[in-house]
């Protein structure tokens, strides 16, 4: 088992910045991925970035790339989205979750979630 919990949302203006958390306990090894997902009102939930506990590649979803960056922090069994130029868009529960096994962008494919934080950009 894997606890995820999730902290640094809040309100901020559009062109702001904020960095969210994810800390994990449990069976967090180290060719776990972690992922960040977000859920917007009325839409489904969708990626946004992935990194594995034992680094290498990221990967971002589109309408994020060059904007969001997604870190991990072993020793503190921690991940992090940080957020720049944020737009009204970005508005949304985000969340973090873990899966084992390659890479996935598929809300399926991960087996564990925090319980998500609310990043509100104003514009």
């Known amino acids: 088992q894997v606890q995820l919990v999730e902290s640094g949302g809040g309100l901020v203006q559009a062109g702001g910045s904020l960095r969210l958390s994810c800390a994990a306990s449990?069976?967090?090894?180290?060719?776990?991925?972690m992922g960040w997902f977000r859920q917007a009102p009325g839409k489904e939930r969708e990626f946004v970035a992935s990194?594995?506990?034992?680094?290498?590649?990221?990967y971002y979803a589109d309408s994020v790339n060059g904007r969001f960056a997604i870190s991990r922090d072993n020793a503190k069994n921690t991940v992090y989205l940080q957020m720049n130029s944020l737009k009204p868009e970005d508005t949304a529960v985000y969340y973090c979750?873990?899966?084992?096994?390659?890479?996935?962008?598929?809300?399926?494919?991960?087996?564990?979630w925090g319980q998500g934080t609310q990043v509100t950009v104003s514009s």
């Open positions: 449990g069976r967090t090894f180290s060719s776990n991925i």
């Open positions: 979750a873990a899966k084992r096994g390659p890479y996935s962008d598929d809300v399926r494919a991960y087996e564990y």
């Open positions: 990194i594995r506990w034992s680094g290498g590649t990221t």
